[in-house]
């Protein structure tokens, strides 16, 4: 976007120099090059040599995921680009390179460089008034992103009506950052009325950011035309720390109270991770939940719940048992997941009976791989492994990431050249993350 180098930038491009200027490999050469199927054979050759050590996948990983952006064209470029965003921060020299175009994907290019906190509003207006010649929804979604200072808000307020929802979208955004209370009325309308449920979403969060007496009490009239996921937005809303203690807790303490399902279990969530009153209510709404309420929301008490709270283990540990297999694989992955501190010989059980299920073929086995691999338990890699080169895109990104997760990372590097770019660039991503 024009800007001078900054210094994280400076420092990413001397490294990367430093690291290519040492030895640029046959596979650091094949993924500038953007050549999959040399890539492919290269990787393979200097991993079974032993040539390829992690230094080099991270370079690797730049390459591709920089080829990526680099080659990006409308109009399935977005997509490619939004598959990149977590690791924005690596890639900030390229994607300010890809934003200096003209078409959309320059400004997918603008926005994830300004949402990664890369470049500033006045940076972004300046981006925008030079492209006023060629208007596009893309650069109006860019605008309004941007529209975070004191003076914009009526320019904020106005963006939350526009016609287009990815307008709205990004002015709702935008008023999160602010966290200006003139924008309180206009955030409450678009959280009663919008028609688009992420925009009511966001407008829910950034009411509940406000808090004061005033917000808490007109979420609980918003609650009653919500659907769940609205609901549930406003049990998060309501523990804000502006709003916990300007009535947030009594509404958090009314959902446990008289609300069932996702929405009462979110509020029990809050009210726990805010302490203090009404968290001991709140535990036990929790263990009811897991006892006794449907499958899909036994499991999400399972993950909701305190696994330091003794009667919560006890609820888990008979949640094992359970003939529902969602509900027995939650209780066990929340073990897995513990520290060894808390319950030793459970989570040391809860390792082996995951481990043995990790060993099928099944969705669910796919994803007990990844719980060993997140919780650091070796017995995944050659089950990971394995999934490298499995036929299903989701199930090799799914290893790709467990290789990481578990410091296998020239070995994660194969993904690299993979044939489906979602899973080059999670791979990518998790890769230079990991650095």
């Known amino acids: 976007m024009h800007r001078a180098l900054s210094a994280s930038l400076l420092a990413g491009l001397l490294s990367l120099s430093a690291i290519l200027g040492c030895a640029r490999s046959a596979s650091v050469r094949a993924a500038e090059a953007g050549s999959l199927d040399e890539l492919r ?50 890639l900030e020299d390229v994607l300010d390179e890809r934003a200096a175009g003209s078409d959309v994907v320059a400004t997918a290019a603008a926005t994830i460089l300004f949402e990664a906190g890369l470049t500033e509003a006045e940076r972004v207006r300046r981006y925008v008034a030079e492209r006023r010649s060629a208007p596009s929804a893309a650069l109006r979604a860019l605008e309004a992103r941007a529209l975070v200072a004191a003076e914009d808000g009526a320019a904020r307020r106005a963006r939350m009506l526009d016609g287009d929802q990815d307008v709205r979208v990004s002015a709702l955004r935008a008023a999160i950052a602010a966290a200006d209370p003139r924008d309180r009325e206009a955030l409450l309308e678009a959280a009663r009325l919008d028609p688009y449920p992420l925009a009511r979403t966001l407008a829910i969060r950034a009411a509940g950011a406000l808090g ?38 009594a509404q958090l303490l009314w959902a446990i109270s008289t609300q069932r399902g996702a929405p009462a279990i979110a509020a029990a969530r809050a009210l726990v991770r805010a302490g203090g009153a009404g968290a001991g209510e709140a535990i036990s709404f929790l263990l009811d939940a897991i006892r006794y309420s449907q499958s899909r929301d036994r499991v999400y008490a399972i993950l909701s719940a305190p696994i330091e709270d003794p009667a919560v283990r006890v609820a888990l540990t008979e949640a094992q048992r359970d003939p529902e297999e969602a509900v027995a694989f939650a209780a066990h992955a929340r073990y897995v997941e513990a520290s060894p501190r808390i319950a030793a010989r459970e989570r040391a059980a809860a390792v082996a009976w995951m481990t043995r299920l990790a060993s099928g073929t099944s969705t669910r086995a796919v994803r007990a791989r990844s719980v060993l691999a997140r919780a650091n338990v070796r017995a995944a890699v050659p089950l990971l492994a394995r999934d490298v080169r499995a036929h299903e895109a989701p199930v090799r990104e799914a290893a790709g990431v467990g290789m990481v997760d578990l410091g296998e990372i020239p070995r994660a590097a194969l993904l690299l050249a993979d044939p489906d770019p979602r899973v080059r660039s999670s791979v990518a991503c998790a890769i230079l993350g990991a650095s």
């Not at 032993?50 to 997509?79: C, F, W």
């Not at 007496?213 to 523990?239: K, M, T």
């Open 41 to 90: 054979r290269a990787l393979s050759d200097e991993l079974r040599r032993g040539a390829l050590d992690t230094d080099d996948a991270r370079a690797i990983a730049r390459a591709v995921a920089a080829g990526e952006i680099s080659r990006a064209a409308p109009p399935s470029g977005v997509d490619r680009l939004r598959e990149l965003r977590t690791c924005a921060r690596h």
């Open 212 to 249: 004061g007496d005033a917000v808490v009490l007109a979420l609980r009239d918003v609650w009653g035309l919500s659907d769940e996921p609205g609901r549930e937005a406003i049990a998060e809303a309501w523990a804000a720390p502006r709003a916990i203690d300007a009535g947030g807790r």
